[in-house]
């Protein structure tokens, strides 16, 4: 069994532990995830299955999307629900104020990861050096882009509360996002849900719960019909999957602008890296 199946990761539940019950549902030994959710975001985890999971670094790539609920007014430890409150602030918030300090976080920019994330520093993940309370652990920002913030929805109170719809690429922290907007509007803010309903042309329609083994069929995309979604395609010849599978170069057709779903007789043999006239084999399927 091999593919990409579209799976809904449910709230208070790990990524990992998610894809622990696919892989028991399914009777699957070798899977991995394109992207980890946070216990308490839930939505759209691409789980791939043997050699699908050479499509991962792929898929890691890919943009996100998500539908969201954030409360100002309020910080906790975690930037999340899940967190102890550190910090309340009355202060008064409006729409056009939230708006225009939304405009700031579009397009590139620097996000500094928090510390309750799973990047490893030190050969420790960071969620470990917050656990055990240590302070002045230095992170370097990463660039991350951001390409729609959309407010919903804005509801006046003591803590106003806003949702939203974000599109952003790999790599964003959204409950960092939120902490940093509510910092910036000198306020605090905490984000209380989030679901993510795209990874790439990938939509959470027809998702499944990880423990249904009928629907997680129903759920699963071939290699190519995964690949067809994500780069452009080349069939080739006999000859030229032969040199491909042995990792052999050959000639590019036209350019392609990066990467490349190679198929031979319709079922996907390689993943290419278009470059200078060639096409060069960086993950080799067996036929």
């Given at each position: ?29 070798k ?27 792929f ?11 954030a ?99 790999k ?18 803010a ?38 067809r ?30 990467l ?28």
């Amino acid at each position: 069994m091999e593919g990409v199946v579209k799976v809904y990761k449910p709230l208070l539940i790990t990524s990992t532990d998610c894809l622990e019950e696919v892989k028991s549902a399914l009777g699957v030994k070798k899977a991995g995830h394109t992207g980890t959710l946070d216990p308490h975001a839930e939505g759209l985890l691409l789980v791939c299955l043997n050699s699908a999971t050479k499509l991962v670094p792929f898929l890691l790539q890919l943009d996100k999307e998500y539908i969201g609920e954030a409360i100002l007014g309020v910080k906790t430890s975690t930037g999340d629900r899940g967190g102890t409150v550190l910090e309340v602030n009355t202060q008064k918030v409006n729409l056009d104020a939230l708006l225009e300090v939304i405009n700031g976080f579009k397009g590139r920019m620097k996000q500094v990861p928090p510390l309750y994330s799973a990047i490893k520093i030190g050969g420790k993940r960071l969620y470990e050096y917050a656990r055990e309370g240590l302070d002045g652990i230095e992170v370097e920002p990463r660039e991350i882009y951001i390409y729609e913030f959309e407010v919903l929805s804005f509801e006046i109170g003591d803590f106003p509360k806003f949702s939203f719809r974000l599109r952003c690429s790999k790599g964003t922290y959204v409950r960092k996002l939120i902490e940093d907007i509510g910092d910036t509007l000198g306020c605090g803010a905490f984000l209380y849900s989030l679901k993510r309903t795209k990874i790439g042309p990938f939509s959470v329609e027809g998702a499944s719960t990880p423990w249904n083994r009928e629907k997680l069929l129903q759920a699963m995309l071939s290699n190519e019909e995964a690949v067809r979604m994500i780069m452009p395609i080349k069939e080739v010849s006999k000859e030229e999957a032969r040199k491909l599978l042995n990792g052999m170069n050959i000639e590019a057709s036209e350019d392609y602008g990066g990467l490349v779903g190679i198929f031979y007789t319709g079922t996907l043999i390689a993943i290419a890296q278009s470059e200078e006239g060639l096409l060069r084999p960086i993950r080799v399927f067996k036929l």
